[in-house]
């Protein structure tokens, strides 16, 4: 009789453990972006990997509505990060290891300028802090 | 990766409770009662420190709590980042950390010794079997009221500790 809590509980904590895999399936995209997580000038940052972007700090994100797009994040310094468009209502899984990475992908719907932002507490004070630019 | 860090605070949450809570039920509750026991306190402290080991569930407890928050403080700074201390959440998270540190420096240097010492004198007493000599009256006496002393500011910085870690991340400079 006691198998069963047990067993309970190390089913919840299997379920956990896959809701920090992040995005695998269904997320092909028009455009996709890719931000390594750092510390620049002492101070926290997503870097811009490769295409425009790279090299950048907390890179502007442009892109056209109807464009599917991706946003990958990898860890580069082995804190727990994630990045969110709290405007869009998205957000990654935490990413906490080095060369963990984690995605979304959403539908640009509407024009605009959105924040994109690590939601651990202090990172967005600390520096991570970007726009995505959603243009016609 | 993420299950590590919901490991890790799920232990500090539950330890810090455990710790809070019972600072503050021997604050505001156990000690008073015992107080009004008379000559039972003694047999009071005695079962509270040595048959149901109140320092053990103290000590366990902190212990747990503050290497739990160690490692979140760890990951949550990225490795001390002073960008990250100084901002809100850091600050507030870096100044509760201190006062638990300071809590528990209280609790084990200070509260600790003293209610193992109110406990050996319970159980001398206990094994006489009579009423504590004058020399054993002054002692409690003098334990306890550093005891109390102790005690207040244990509970005053483990009750600022918790409301900063409450309001922490929503301090948004």
Redesign the interface.
């Known amino acids: 009789m006691k198998t069963k809590p047990i067993l309970a509980i190390l089913l919840l904590l299997c379920g956990l453990a896959l809701a920090g895999c992040g995005e695998q399936a269904g997320d092909e995209a028009d455009l996709a972006f890719s931000l390594r997580t750092g510390i620049v000038e002492g101070r926290m940052a997503y870097i811009g990997v490769g295409g425009a972007i790279d090299g950048q700090i907390n890179p502007d994100l442009t892109v056209q509505t109807g464009q599917r797009v991706r946003i990958a994040i990898v860890n580069g310094d082995g804190a727990s990060h994630d990045l969110a468009l709290p405007d869009l209502g998205r957000q990654t899984p935490p990413v906490m290891g080095k060369e963990t990475a984690a995605a979304l992908t959403f539908t640009a719907s509407e024009t605009g300028v959105y924040s994109y932002l690590c939601t651990v507490a202090g990172h967005r004070q600390a520096g991570m802090e970007g726009r995505l630019v959603v243009t016609q | 990766?993420?299950?590590?860090?919901?490991l890790l605070r799920l232990i500090h949450i539950v330890a810090g409770a455990f710790w809070a809570g019972a600072a503050v039920a021997y604050f505001l509750y156990f000690e008073p009662t015992a107080k009004g026991l008379g000559p039972a306190r003694s047999k009071f402290m005695q079962d509270l420190v040595g048959t149901h080991r109140y320092p053990v569930f103290m000590n366990t407890s902190s212990m747990l709590c503050i290497l739990a928050g160690l490692a979140l403080y760890w990951?949550?700074?990225?490795?001390l980042?002073?960008?990250?201390i100084t901002?809100?959440?850091?600050l507030g998270?870096t100044l509760g950390s201190l006062a638990a540190l300071a809590a528990f420096g209280i609790g084990f240097f200070g509260i600790r010794p003293r209610a193992e010492r109110m406990g050996a004198v319970g159980a001398a007493m206990a094994k006489a079997g009579g009423p504590p000599t004058p020399e054993q009256g002054a002692e409690l006496g003098r334990l306890e009221a550093e005891m109390h002393a102790f005690e207040r500011w244990d509970v005053g910085l483990l009750v600022l500790s918790l409301a900063l870690m409450a309001i922490?991340?929503y301090l948004?400079?």
Do not use: K, Q, Y
């Open positions: 990766m993420a299950f590590l860090i919901i990951f949550s700074s990225n490795g980042s002073v960008a990250w901002s809100g959440p850091g998270f922490s991340r948004s400079f």
